[in-house]
Every structure is written in C-alpha cells, then in structure tokens.
C-alpha cells in the first residue's frame, strides 16, 4: 500500500526556515510527479510546489524565491526547503504523488496524499 509521510513541521519566528520531508513508500517513485501542497484555517488546499520525474520544478508565486524542492531517488524522498518564512506560510503541508505531473500542478484531485504536517511562523 501506497504511504506518504511528512515531517519535519513546527513553530518557527518569521523569517526562519524549516524543512520538510515526505518519505514515500508503495510506489515506484521515479514514475510519480510530486507535490507539495497547503491548507491554511478556513482557506481550500492550495499547490505551493511541483516536481516532475524529469526534475521539472514549478513553485507558485507566492513562495519563489523563498522555498525549493527537491527529491531523492535513493531515499524515495521529497523535500521542501522553506527559508524566509512569514506568518502567512502558516498552513497543514501535504505531500502528494501522482503519475501525471499536469494533475500535480492542475488540480487537488491526484493519485496519493500524505497525512500533513503543520507549520505555524509567529510574528
């Protein structure tokens, strides 16, 4: 069976980094696009993150040049580097795998999602 799980969140001050890891299990991973998503009180879940099985990143505006992710094949891992944190980064994070990369990217509607991991970034 199909497991993705996070770690790796927590309370940090704005402008700290934390970083994120989604270790995948049941899966041929080097097939599957990965994802990290969000889902903040009250708000829908949101993309923050995609990569493809070629090393195709794509990151939503609101975080480029603050977060990066990359994946190791080796360790069946993604990970998601969050540097410059701000209060509004506060969110459940959630891995998510899917053999289409354009399901990643277009849609929450993918093959795996991991349990979430919660961040809160304090004034």
């Known amino acids: 069976q199909v497991q993705l799980v996070e770690s790796g969140g927590g309370l940090v001050q704005a402008g700290g980094s934390l970083r994120l890891t989604c270790a995948a299990s049941g899966l041929s991973f080097s097939g599957y696009a990965m994802g990290w998503f969000r889902q903040a009180p009250g708000k829908e879940r949101e993309l923050v993150a995609g990569m493809s099985t070629g090393g195709i990143i794509y990151l939503v505006d609101a975080v480029k040049g603050r977060f990066t992710m990359s994946r190791d094949g080796a360790k069946n891992t993604v990970y998601l580097l969050m540097n410059s944190l701000k209060p509004e980064d506060t969110a459940v994070y959630y891995c998510?795998?899917?053999?289409?990369?354009?399901?990643?990217?277009?849609?929450?509607?993918?093959?795996?999602w991991g349990q979430g991991t919660q961040v809160t970034v304090s004034t």
């Open positions: 998510a795998a899917d053999s289409a990369y354009a399901r990643i990217l277009g849609s929450r509607i993918v093959d795996f």
